[in-house]
């Protein structure tokens, strides 16, 4: 079992703010992918990372995959309200999530 | 295409009950995986089925056991409830080998009194 440990936990900002996320493991993925969860839905999967080093872009979200492929960042420019919720990733190696960060984006 | 159906989308039972979760996986799909998730926290692997079989393991108990059908449909079965169990149930469905991401459901949300 691969853990993946996710920080903050918590994490509250004003609209308009810039915020990053991360996810980090001991182990190496052949790749990763993050999920946005709302309240009351599943996770949506926004992105997966396979290259190490690779960079994507999502509108106004960056996701980052480390060059070792053991860890992870999510980069929001210019947070709205409707990025609240928990953000998650997992390792595709076998699906395991970690704890997610609760992002909470104020008007 | 459609998406993961679950059903029920609500359950109450007693502790010690039986319960039965359905899951219609996404059209074209053949991998289905089961997670349950407290409030606050982050989903925990239950267990994965391809083929009919189950194919990977969370650390969950003997009493949670599963079932995928010829359709690639799924049941989650758990015995001898425990309040513990009260918590979100998602099922997730893939294509075995593929990287796009699981597409998930709803989940049923089951309280156990």
């Known amino acids: 079992t691969q853990l993946l440990e996710q920080s903050p936990q918590f994490l509250s900002i004003q609209e308009g703010e810039n915020l990053t996320v991360y996810c980090n493991s001991s182990s190496v993925f052949s790749s990763l992918q993050w999920y946005r969860q709302e309240p009351g839905e599943g996770p949506v999967l926004l992105v997966t990372v396979v290259t190490g080093g690779e960079v994507k872009k999502l509108k106004r979200l960056t996701f980052q995959f480390g060059d070792a492929r053991k860890d992870s960042s999510l980069h929001i420019t210019a947070a709205q309200t409707g990025d609240t919720g928990l953000y998650l990733c997992a390792g595709a190696n076998d699906m395991r999530f970690g704890a997610g960060t609760r992002l909470t984006v104020k008007p | 295409e459609t998406g993961v159906t679950q059903s029920p989308t609500h359950l109450i039972k007693t502790r010690g009950q039986q319960v039965t979760l359905r899951c219609s996986s996404q059209?074209?799909?053949?991998?289905v995986s089961w997670y349950q998730q407290a409030l606050g926290q982050g989903p925990q692997f239950i267990f994965q089925y391809y083929r009919e079989e189950e194919n990977g393991r969370g650390n969950f108990p003997p009493r949670f056991s599963g079932l995928q059908f010829p359709n690639y449909s799924s049941e989650l079965n758990v015995n001898a409830l425990e309040l513990d169990d009260s918590a979100l149930y998602l099922c997730a469905s893939t294509l075995w080998g593929m990287f796009g991401g699981y597409t998930f459901g709803s989940g049923t949300r089951l309280t156990v009194v």
């Open positions: 059209s074209g799909h053949n991998t």
